[in-house]
């Protein structure tokens, strides 16, 4: 869990839109997908497709629906207990124009990518 | 510099191999992640945005060549191949893996080095003005009075526990370029009228979501009562300080509410009740250290200051709209000089 969590508060949307921070739990109609820190590394992944832990917010599940995303998250707690993964939450994700997904909060953007101060660094830099 | 005696080298090699434990148990399983993490704070060890980030304290900010390298060899072989050097005179690694922590902190032990009180809120690095020991200005090198704090607030067992981190600066000088008036504590090295040197101590300071500027407690401490008017300072903050709010539990917050002339009333009453048992500083441990400060000057030492006592530097902005240091050199013996 990281010790800055607790400071996200409202974001901005792309879109305009004024959107609750994803960090603990989102809107409801939003499309939401799962985050965490891979515990040996501390690596932001996201619960793929298979059910595996991926690096890149394009290759994560998402859902919608209130109901689905809690039972998404709910799934995950295996993998807590295997110590895969720490630290895992809900975040709204959007499909760009073309169609991939990426964080709706600039907060997640940014966690997808890099230090917006080192472009070099991150995964920014492995793409 | 401080050199680790052989309790120092102990205890520090004690402590990894106790993390070393701690981070086996939790990659087992053994260990949850609540249980885990005040364990990693204590050593350090943050989980951030991208990754862990490890925080290692350069006490009042003073390195050897040694260390430095041992800073570069730790970020070549487990990070990304840098650390940020932090405004606090710490240095973070901000892409450590979890497995490889014990060993980083094996490594920076060689060195008498160590991450602890780098996090939570106890007493945290001391931090100094960083041209102690060469500044023209200077009264006294405050690394002397740093070292003493270093010492006293390392596992200080009462102090552990904080309402909220605690920051300490000193600066031997009366520019402030240790940034005393925004620290928990800020202490600036003071010369008496007659004479005398002791300490004028700042409380109340900080930054962060409500900046404040300290407020000056007591315009002239002997330097014998240093650790003693700390500590009845550290006690009314532990006793008097929020808990249940973390935005409103620094000590800034506790001096605005009640007042510095209130504030300095507890504090005073506190030291009167303490002092006669607190520890004192004999004179010759907390003066400055020949070998450090009181170098004889050389001739070429003699040049430099010259000098530097006539440089002069102005910052601005150039016509492009770009900042701008323009440093001017004037000497008697050699025609001036502009550096852009």
Not at chain 2, 26 to 49: A, H, K, V
Not at chain 2, 237 to 248: A, L, P, S
């Amino acid at each position: 869990m990281s010790e800055t969590e607790s400071k996200s508060g409202k974001r901005t949307t792309e879109e305009g839109v004024l959107a609750i921070s994803t960090a603990r739990g989102a809107r409801g109609g939003a499309l939401k997908a799962i985050t965490a820190n891979r515990l040996v590394d501390g690596v932001v992944v996201y619960l793929g497709e298979g059910g595996g832990w991926v690096e890149a917010i394009e290759a994560a599940r998402s859902v919608s629906g209130k109901d689905e995303a809690a039972a998404l998250l709910a799934s995950v707690e295996p993998d807590v207990a295997a110590c895969r993964i720490v630290g895992p939450y809900l975040i709204d994700v959007v499909a760009g124009s073309d169609g991939k997904l990426r964080g709706a909060s600039e907060r997640e953007r940014i966690r997808a990518l890099g230090p917006t101060v080192r472009l070099d660094l991150g995964k920014q830099a492995e793409a | 510099m401080y050199r680790y005696d052989e309790f120092d080298h102990t205890f520090v090699a004690q402590r990894v191999a106790q993390f070393r434990d701690q981070v086996a148990r939790r990659l087992s399983g053994e260990l949850t992640e609540d249980e885990f993490r005040p364990l990693r704070l204590m050593n350090g060890l943050y989980l951030q945005l991208h990754a862990y980030m490890l925080r290692v304290a350069v006490p009042y900010g003073t390195l050897s060549a040694r260390q430095m390298r041992q800073l570069a060899h730790i970020a070549r072989r487990y990070d990304k191949g840098y650390g940020h050097f932090t405004t606090r005179q710490n240095i973070q690694y901000n892409w450590p893996a979890l497995k490889d922590t014990p060993d980083i902190l094996m490594d920076l032990a060689d060195v008498e080095m160590h991450a602890l009180q780098t996090s939570g809120n106890c007493i945290r690095n001391v931090t100094a003005d960083q041209y102690a020991g060469a500044a023209a200005d200077e009264i006294e090198d405050p690394r002397i009075c740093a070292e003493v704090i270093r010492q006293w607030s390392s596992l200080h067992p009462e102090f552990s526990f904080l309402p909220r981190k605690f920051k300490v600066a000193v600066t031997g000088a009366p520019a402030d370029r240790a940034a005393i008036a925004v620290h928990d504590i800020g202490i600036r090295v003071v010369r008496a009228e007659d004479g005398a040197i002791g300490y004028e101590i700042l409380v109340g300071g900080g930054q962060g979501r409500t900046p404040m500027i300290g407020k000056t407690i007591r315009a002239f401490l002997p330097k014998r009562y240093l650790l003693s008017y700390m500590e009845a300072i550290l006690r009314v903050y532990n006793e008097f300080g929020r808990r249940d709010n973390m935005f409103k539990a620094r000590i800034k917050i506790l001096v605005h509410e009640v007042g510095i002339e209130e504030f300095r009333r507890r504090v005073e009453e506190e030291w009167e009740a303490i002092r006669g048992t607190s520890v004192e500083l004999p004179e010759a441990r907390c003066s400055v250290s020949p070998h450090i400060s009181r170098r004889p000057l050389l001739p070429h030492c003699q040049r430099s200051r010259r000098i530097l006592s006539s440089v002069s530097a102005l910052i601005g902005r150039s016509p492009a709209g770009r900042a701008s240091i323009s440093i001017r050199i004037s000497n008697p013996a050699m025609p001036s000089s502009t550096f852009r």
